[in-house]
Structure formats: structure tokens, C-alpha cells
Nanobody
Framework: QVQFLETGGGSVQPGGSLSLSCAAS????????MGWFRQRPGQSRGLVALVTVGGRTNYADTVKERFTISRDDAAKTVTLQMTSLRPEDTAVYYC???????????????????????WGPGTQVTVSS
């Protein structure tokens, strides 16, 4: 069972920067698209950024041009570089396999089932003046 551990969160002023890191245990990290997700108070968890197996990236509109996701398969880590932070970026940030992009429903379902228990504790990011 793959487990993820997120680090690097903290408190910054608006306009500041943070770099989050996600370390994976297990041997299947390089086979899957990876995502950074965030959960704001009172809201459900949502995808912020995605990096595919081939290194292609995609971002939520709210973080485009400000956040950069990257992966190091040898080190089994995923990084989220965050710049120009805003108060609305305040959230707990998590990483996990990004399953929703699989077009085959059975593959997508198996992915969700496999990694549903892999969520880490998350790392808190607070942006406030």
C-alpha cells in the first residue's frame, strides 16, 4: 500500500512563496499521474495541480501562472512550488495519485479504490497579513 507524506507548509504573508514536498513509500510511484489537492475550511478536497507519467502538467484556473508541479520518480517525490500566494490559498494541501483522468471507467474505479487509503496527513498552508 502506497502512503504519501506531505511537508513544507507554513504561514506566509500575501505575495509570499512556499514549496511543498510529497514523499511516497512503495514501488509504484512512477506508474501513475500525481496530483496536489487542497481542502479549505468547510469545503471538500479539490485538485490543484496534476503531473502525468510523461511530465505533462495541468492546473486549476485559480493557481495557473502561480503554482508549478514537478515530479522526481527516482526520489519518489512530487513538489509544488507556490508563488504570489493569496489568502484564498489557505488550506490543507495533500498529494495522491490523480485517478479522475483515466478514461476507462473500470481502470478509474480500480485506481480510486487502490489509493483511497493512501492519503497522508496533509500540510497546512496559511496566507495572512
Amino acid at each position: 500500500q502506497v502512503q504519501f507524506l506531505e511537508t513544507g507548509g507554513g504561514s506566509v504573508q500575501p505575495g509570499g512563496s512556499l514549496s511543498l514536498s510529497c514523499a511516497a513509500s512503495g514501488s509504484v510511484f512512477s506508474d501513475y499521474p500525481m496530483g496536489w489537492f487542497r481542502q479549505r475550511p468547510g469545503q471538500s478536497r479539490g485538485l490543484v495541480a496534476l503531473v502525468t507519467v510523461g511530465g505533462r502538467t495541468n492546473y486549476a484556473d485559480t493557481v495557473k501562472e502561480r503554482f508549478t508541479i514537478s515530479r522526481d520518480d527516482a526520489a519518489k517525490t512530487v513538489t509544488l512550488q507556490m508563488t504570489s500566494l493569496r489568502p484564498e490559498d489557505t488550506a490543507v494541501y495533500y498529494c495522491n495519485v490523480e485517478c479522475s483522468g483515466y478514461t476507462d471507467a473500470s481502470v478509474r474505479g480500480a485506481c480510486f479504490e487502490t489509493f483511497s487509503e493512501s492519503w497522508g496527513p496533509g500540510t497546512q498552508v496559511t496566507v495572512s497579513s
